[in-house]
Structures are given as structure tokens and as C-alpha cells.
């Protein structure tokens, strides 16, 4: 008998018929693909930019190593994108929207809907997974809600002396080095992801027993492997990476990185319930001088909220161009002023829809935005310092009139006085942001300001930091380092949007007050002690930005002592 219909095993055991039916299906998917994105393909023919090849894009362009990867793209962006005007092109078939005019960003950046981060920070899952960096909707706001408060200004006042102490230390471990040439960075690593430590997550050296260098590393090396797959199409579906051999160097690197939160946690929850318990049998024998100074502060806290105390800090810009203003500058009263991790533990024991899990993740964002950023802007810092002798000496000069020729510690007081190493902070974080791009999805069509075009849903759109900050229309010269383009006059006839190295809006940087004021205390500390010295001209720098802008050639400085301070106590 005749067969009429096509079993399953028939179909595979003959690979005439498989053939036949399988060629169809795909061309059906692919009609299909193209038609329900029909409206994305118009929008895109717009924009200018490179076309790639049908389903691959043009993934043909990130073969190489990060660095070449870099030059090549920045390379394309003057083919494609001058004067801001914005580019496209597509990896895979994920369209790459690329903005860098300040109208443009401000339509992104300024906005509360265009908050949701693009899939390529889907990448980071494994390692970040509920932290409010990668997160987005009622989770992220209610995670940003939480952690704001923990980075005012009030409660970074009370790490200056950490700051110092942490500069200190940096300071007589380089004298090691003696008069030759070395990486800066690796020091600048370990010191900020101690300073971390001590600070936002209240633990000392003794309880987390973490060499700094040693995370520092493992979580440039996780970096450089998450950022190949953000770029390198076959590495992306996990059942292709799970057979190379970045994935089990991932594994391991992770596996070390998640100790860090277990230990740090441990120790913070048993401080917390020891001080529950005090304070449990304080509030049963509350003084009268208690009840009066709690009354003082709830009546501070009325006057804060009708308005009559402000607490804003005139003339420093902690990183925000001058006019712009986000939930770090909202006054938070008296009660809420608690370092991060201190501050979750509480809202966790009090209520607040965090588990464990939770914290874990927010420890680890934090510990990643807030230590390779600084430690990438800090090694920059220090690098042009060497290659500018001139400028050196002139910060060194307010340093002078500063501290005179005192080796008394830093104050938060001295930070104000800052203005000109403010000014040359910012031109480092001009010329060489930390985090040269940001990526955003859209859930809807923008229309953007700077053109007619417009950026259809669902792709991804770049936010070109770096791209921005060295437009020539906004900065003359752009590759020379002039702190001048901070000064006041310069600043306020600029557009806002044109200086955001800590992005800006809803989504903007949790930690630019800390950053700066970090800055300014480690990198007084290290010209208060040495004077720099740099070989290799900026011209002849390579640079790399595997997620975060480095040199791939090493921030190779060399030291001589100018006059050293005392030893730091532990
Ligand atoms: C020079 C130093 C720094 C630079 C240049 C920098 C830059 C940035 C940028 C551009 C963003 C926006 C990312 C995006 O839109 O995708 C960001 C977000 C963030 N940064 Fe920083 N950052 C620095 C230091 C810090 C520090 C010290 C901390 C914490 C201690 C920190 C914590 C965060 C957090 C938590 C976010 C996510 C905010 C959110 O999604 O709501 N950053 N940073």
C-alpha cells in the first residue's frame, strides 16, 4: 500500500524529504522575520552608517583584539558620524544605533521612559544579576530609590579620612618602585577597591581579608571576556561559549569575585544585630540630652522639607555639567544618612523587598562601578600629569597654597579648594572617559532633536561618551588636554549635555560625588608626595575599552619624591 502521510523517523531517514521541507520553513521564517520588523528596516534605511551582510551584520569588523577593535571603530565613527550627526550598523541582525550630539543624548539621558538598558548588559547576569547597574522597570527604581540616599553628600564627608588614610598607604607602597617605570593602574586598583571596602560596605582590612590587587585583576580579566562576547557574534549563544575556553576561565573568575559579598555580608549582618541589640537597651534608658538632640534633628528635618536648608555645595561640579541636577543633590533629612551596605542590611531587617540574593548583587555592582571607573580616571590622571609637566606644576601650586608646606592630612574643606585639580579632573574625564559608551533600548520610536530621523523601538542605541567629549564643534583642539574648558565662563555657554562622563538623568552614576571627591583626595595625595614623570607622549597612547577605557600599553609613569609625609597607621 501506497504510504500517504510522512512519519517522523521516515522524515529523517530520508534526507531528500528533510531537504525539502526544511529549505521552505526557513525562507517562511525569514519572510515572516523581515515583515514583523518591517517598520525597524524603513527607520534604519535612514541613518547613515555601515550596512553589514544579511543575518551576520557586520561582525566582520570586531575581528581582533580590543584594542584594534577600538581604533577601528573610531576610525568608522569619523567616516560615518561627524558633528554628532548619528550612525548605524548591525551585529547580527541587532541593530546599533549611535548617538553623540548633546540634543540627541538629552532626548536619551533626560528622559524617565527611555531608562530600560540594552540586551549587550544581559552579558553581565552571571556576575551581577539583580544589581540595580543591569536592571531595569519597578525593580531598578525601587533599588535606586534604596541605594540614592547612601551616596549624598553628607554621608561622603565621613570618608575623607578613609580616602586619606587608603592615599597614605598608596603613597609608600609606590615608593617601591623607586625611580622606574611602572603600571600605575595595578596600585590605583588595589586602592580603590580597598577604599571601597572600608567605606561603602564598612568593613576593615582585617575582616575582609581581600587583596585589592588581586580583585582588581580578576575582574579586569572577567571584563575583557564579557566584553568579547558583547562584540564577537559566535560568542554569544551560551551553548557556543560553554565549548571554548573563556567559559571555564569565566567560572573561575567569578567564583572568586562571589566570595567577596558572602564574607563582607557575614560580618555587616552580625555588626548590625549587635547594634540593634545596644540600641534596644539604649532607647529603654534614653536621657533627656538624647531626646532634645532627637528633637533637634526632626525639627532640621521640617525646615529641609519646607525648603529652608539647603545643602548644595556651591562652585564644585562633582562631575555634573553646571546647570544639571539629579536624585544625588535631593536633600535626604537626618535619618537616612547610612552608608550603602549598612543601609540595605537595615532596610532588608525593616521590611524593604530585599533578599539576600539581593544584597549579594548590589555588593557586587557596587564594587564594580565604583572601583575600575576610579581607578581607570586616577591612572589617566596621573599619566597626563607626566606628559604635562606645565599643568603638573600648577596643580602642585594650589596644592602649596593649600596645605602649605604641611603634611597634615586632607579635609573635606581642602577638597573645595580644589578648583584647579577640579578642572583637570574633569578635562581627564573629558579626553578619557572611563566608561566611553552607554547602551539604552528603546520600548518606543524617539524622535531625535538633532535631525529628522528617527530611532525605532527595540534596537540598541550607544550613547558615544567618548565620541562626544572630543566633538570639535564643542571642544576646540579636542585632543589637547586644557583644563580651561572647565572654567565657569566655558562651562555655562555650553549645552549640558555636552560633558557626561557619569551619563546623566534617571540613570545617571550613583557615585560621581563619591568618584570626585575620592579623586581629589588620592590624586592631592600622590603630587603632595611625588612628582611624574611620563615617556610615552599621549599621541603614541593605545587605547582599548573593554566595557572600561584603559591603555592597552599600561599607564606607565616613573616617580621622584617630592617630600614624604609620615608613615600611614593601620
Ligand atoms: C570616575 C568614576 C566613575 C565613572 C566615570 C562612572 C560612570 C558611570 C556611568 C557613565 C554610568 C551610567 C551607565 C549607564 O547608563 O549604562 C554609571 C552608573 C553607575 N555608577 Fe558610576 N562611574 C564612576 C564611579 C562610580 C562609583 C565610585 C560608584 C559607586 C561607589 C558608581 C556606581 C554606579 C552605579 C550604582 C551606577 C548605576 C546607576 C543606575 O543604573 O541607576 N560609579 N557610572
Redesign the pocket.
Known amino acids: 500500500m501506497a504510504k500517504t502521510s510522512l512519519s517522523s523517523s521516515s522524515l529523517f531517514s530520508n534526507p531528500d524529504a528533510f531537504f525539502y521541507l526544511l529549505i521552505p520553513t526557513i525562507i517562511l521564517w525569514f519572510v515572516y522575520f523581515r515583515m514583523s520588523r518591517k517598520r525597524l528596516y524603513e527607520l534604519a534605511a535612514q541613518f547613515q552608517g555601515l550596512e553589514g551582510y544579511p543575518l551576520v551584520g557586520s561582525i566582520h569588523e570586531f575581528v581582533g583584539d580590543p584594542m584594534k577593535i577600538f581604533q577601528k571603530m573610531w576610525k568608522l565613527s569619523h567616516k560615518y558620524t561627524k558633528n554628532g550627526s548619528p550612525g548605524k550598523l548591525w551585529i547580527g541582525h541587532r541593530l546599533i544605533i549611535f548617538l553623540s550630539h548633546p540634543k540627541d543624548i538629552e532626548v536619551i539621558y533626560g528622559s524617565q521612559t527611555h531608562i530600560y538598558?540594552s540586551p549587550e548588559?544581559g552579558f553581565f547576569n552571571s556576575w551581577l544579576r539583580s544589581g540595580?547597574?543591569i536592571?531595569n522597570g519597578e525593580k531598578?527604581r525601587a533599588?535606586?530609590k534604596l541605594?540614592a540616599p547612601s551616596?549624598h553628600l553628607n554621608v561622603l564627608r565621613s570618608f575623607v579620612d578613609h580616602f586619606y588614610k587608603h592615599s597614605l598607604s598608596v603613597v609608600h607602597k609606590m615608593k617601591e618602585e623607586g625611580s622606574k617605570e611602572f603600571d600605575v593602574h595595578h596600585y590605583m586598583g588595589a586602592c580603590?577597591t580597598e577604599i571601597?571596602l572600608e567605606t561603602?560596605m564598612g568593613v576593615d582590612k582585617k575582616t575582609h581579608q581581600v587583596n585589592g590587587f588581586e580583585y582588581a585583576s580578576a575582574v579586569m580579566k572577567l571584563c575583557e571576556i564579557l566584553h568579547l562576547r558583547q562584540v564577537k557574534l559566535w560568542l554569544r549563544p551560551d551553548s557556543a561559549f560553554k565549548l571554548t575556553s573563556y567559559a571555564s576561565e569565566h567560572n573561575r573568575l567569578l567564583k572568586y569575585i562571589d566570595e567577596l559579598p558572602q564574607k563582607v555580608m557575614k560580618k555587616k549582618k552580625a555588626d548590625f544585630l549587635k547594634k540593634k541589640q545596644t540600641t534596644t537597651e539604649k532607647c529603654n534608658t534614653k536621657s533627656e540630652e538624647v531626646k532634645e538632640a532627637e528633637r533637634g534633628a526632626q525639627r532640621l528635618d521640617a525646615k529641609r522639607n519646607k525648603g529652608e536648608v539647603t545643602e548644595t555645595v556651591e562652585g564644585v561640579s562633582y562631575?555634573q555639567s553646571a546647570g544639571l541636577k539629579d536624585d544625588l543633590d535631593d536633600d535626604i533629612g537626618e535619618k537616612k544618612r547610612q552608608p550603602?551596605l549598612e543601609s540595605l542590611i537595615e532596610n532588608a531587617a525593616n521590611g524593604a523587598n530585599l533578599t539576600d540574593e539581593d544584597i549579594r548583587d548590589q555588593i557586587n555592582?557596587?564594587m564594580f562601578?565604583?572601583?575600575d571607573?576610579?581607578a581607570?580616571?586616577s591612572s589617566f590622571f596621573l599619566c597626563m600629569m607626566g606628559v604635562r609637566p606645565d599643568i603638573q606644576e600648577k596643580v602642585v601650586e594650589e596644592l602649596e597654597q593649600i596645605f602649605g608646606d604641611s603634611d597634615r592630612p586632607c579635609t573635606f574643606e581642602d577638597t573645595l579648594e580644589m578648583k584647579y585639580m577640579e578642572r583637570c579632573i574633569m578635562e581627564t574625564?573629558r579626553l578619557y572617559?572611563?566608561?566611553p559608551m552607554?547602551?539604552?533600548e528603546p520600548q518606543e520610536e524617539i524622535k531625535l532633536k538633532s535631525t529628522d530621523l528617527t530611532v525605532p523601538a527595540k534596537c540598541t542605541v550607544l550613547?558615544g561618551?567618548f565620541k562626544l567629549h572630543r566633538d570639535p564643534s564643542i571642544y576646540p583642539n579636542p585632543d589637547e588636554f586644557n583644563p580651561d574648558n572647565f572654567l565657569p565662563d566655558k562651562t555655562s555657554n555650553r549645552h549640558y549635555y555636552a560633558f557626561?562622563?557619569?551619563?546623566a538623568g534617571?540613570?545617571?552614576?550613583?557615585?560621581?560625588k563619591?568618584?570626585?571627591l575620592?579623586?581629589k583626595v588620592l590624586l592631592s595625595t600622590v603630587l603632595r608626595n611625588y612628582k611624574i614623570y611620563s615617556d610615552v607622549p599621549q599621541k603614541d597612547w593605545k587605547l582599548q575599552a573593554d566595557i572600561i577605557l584603559k591603555r592597552a600599553d599600561g599607564f606607565r609613569i616613573r616617580l621622584e619624591p617630592r617630600k614624604m609625609t609620615p608613615k600611614p597607621k593601620n
Open positions: 538598558k548588559y540595580i547597574l536592571n531598578w533599588l535606586r541605594i551616596f580603590t571601597l561603602a562631575g550603602f555592582t557596587i562601578a565604583g572601583h571607573t576610579t581607570a580616571g574625564l572617559p572611563p566608561v552607554t547602551g539604552r550613547i561618551i557626561v562622563p557619569f551619563g534617571p540613570r545617571g552614576c550613583l557615585g560621581r563619591f568618584a570626585m575620592q579623586l
